[in-house]
């Protein structure tokens, strides 16, 4: 409403919301009034460089017009239908996703975010092969509901044990932190050989799908070697087991091609995605299936369904928002301003003590912290609070990871910034790494 104070407007969430991920009374979010482009302004008028996307969705950057006139012009017409009514930007989103996904993925299960959308690909998997069992990595989020937390290996799955039966996980190839304690030179990719051993332990026959993340992201920013994901494709070929990539985060140019896996010319039996379809303007999720999985449900009951699903309004913004990817030249802008962040990360990591590792591709990337660089000890979560103060204190907004799983501070913008601005928030980092720096060894 008009007239409320920042301090009133916080005091209202706070008193009747619940924030995600937090202890209620220890939350502090910033007010915010609008946005534009790669900033957003709270309601005092403090400008914010964003560098995390909000929650690495914001892709095409805030407020764009092209969007927002989309979404304008399909209220005015049709905000909604019953999810068993066709409409002509649900038939044409379905068919632009069959355009821009790799292979032959061909047919699109709607949904309303990533999390809904891994809940639907268990469900088609498991109708599709007859099988229980789906493979899910340690480092890996997959979201919040009862069969995707199950996926999710890191933290969150365990306070919300027990969940759903049949998930079992496999070790990352996780070169910075290897968990088969090899160093890049010696490598013998154990984590290929490790997830070959568990499939065998579990029963070829018994597993479904594996799910993995076309590149890891909330929980580090995990690039795998460029033969991972090509010899995945080839043991599930070898066991009649799906492969299913969540691109929800690592997709729509995210890494500098419109999927991360894309990269590596692999085409997965189902991908799922979320975020950048609409960069999270309304909230949609996606399953894109093979077509051999879309003709076997041609004749068989697709236990699935959703009140939202293929949402008149979603799917007006989300064709509106690829047509920008491709108009503007984002996919291509990540691309090449992925370099010269990639340059940049090295040049901080030579500075700065602190700095145990960093990670990129495209605009997806993550400075991973340590007390102490010969041991790699994670940095202590109070100092990533230090660090995360002066951040904001100097305009910058981004996601900061400080957990069992490491101390990291992720870089993530949205694809239309420009190196200059770039190098803008980079300087503010390094400001902040002052702190970090003085608590390693």
């Not at 900033?39 to 690495?56: A, C, E, H, N, P």
């Not at 493979?135 to 890191?154: E, F, I, M, N, Q």
């Not at 729509?252 to 990269?263: E, N, S, Y």
């Not at 660090?387 to 981004?398: D, I, Q, S």
Request: net charge neutral; with cysteine.
């Amino acid at each position: 409403m008009p007239g409320l104070t920042a301090k009133e407007i916080v005091a209202l969430n706070r008193e009747y919301t619940f924030f995600s991920w937090s202890v209620q009374g220890q939350v502090n979010p910033i007010p915010v009034e609008k946005a534009e482009g790669i900033y957003f302004w709270d309601t005092d008028g403090k400008r914010y460089l964003d560098f995390s996307s909000q929650l690495m969705n914001t892709n095409i950057g805030h407020q764009h017009p092209k969007v927002v006139k989309a979404i304008q012009e399909q209220a005015a017409k049709l905000c909604f239908v019953h999810p068993g009514n066709a409409t002509d930007v649900r038939g044409l989103l379905g068919k632009k996703l069959a355009e821009v996904t790799p292979g032959n993925l061909k047919k699109t299960f709607f949904t309303l975010g990533g999390a809904e959308a891994n809940e639907n690909a268990i469900k088609i998997a498991r109708f599709y092969t007859g099988r229980h069992k789906i493979l899910a990595r340690y480092r890996s989020y997959h979201g919040a509901t009862h069969g995707a937390v199950a996926l999710t290996g890191d933290y969150r799955r365990l306070a919300v044990e027990p969940s759903m039966p049949g998930a079992v996980h496999f070790l990352d190839p996780f070169c910075y932190r290897c968990p088969f304690g090899r160093e890049q030179a010696t490598c013998k990719r154990e984590c290929i050989s490790h997830l070959e051993e568990v499939i065998r332990y579990e029963g070829a026959d018994k597993i479904a799908a594996v799910i993995m993340e076309g590149v890891v992201g909330s929980n580090g920013i995990i690039v795998p070697p460029d033969d991972y994901w090509p010899r995945v494709r080839e043991i599930c070929d070898k066991h009649g087991i799906l492969l299913i990539s969540d691109e929800v985060m690592s997709g729509w140019g995210r890494t500098g091609k419109w999927f991360a896996v894309d990269h590596w010319g692999v085409t997965p039996d189902i991908i799922t995605t979320a975020k950048g379809i609409t960069s999270g303007y309304v909230p949609l999720g996606a399953v894109i299936v093979s077509e051999p999985i879309a003709k076997f449900f041609d004749d068989k009951y697709l236990y699935a369904g959703l009140t939202y699903n293929g949402h008149a309004l979603a799917c007006a913004a989300a064709l509106a928002t690829i047509a920008v990817y491709e108009e503007d030249g984002l996919i291509e802008n990540a691309a090449r301003v992925g370099k010269h962040l990639t340059e940049a990360l090295a040049g901080i990591r030579s500075r700065h003590a602190s700095v145990g590792d960093v990670r990129a591709i495209g605009l997806f990337s993550a400075i991973e912290l340590v007390a102490n660089r010969e041991t790699k000890e994670i940095l202590p979560a109070e100092k990533m609070a230090e660090l995360g103060k002066v951040l904001r204190e100097n305009g910058l907004f981004t996601f900061i990871m400080a957990n069992n799983m490491g101390s990291i501070v992720f870089v993530v913008p949205p694809l239309c910034i420009t190196t200059a601005q770039l190098d803008e928030g980079l300087e503010i980092v390094e400001k902040a790494l002052a702190v970090t720096d003085k608590a390693a060894a």
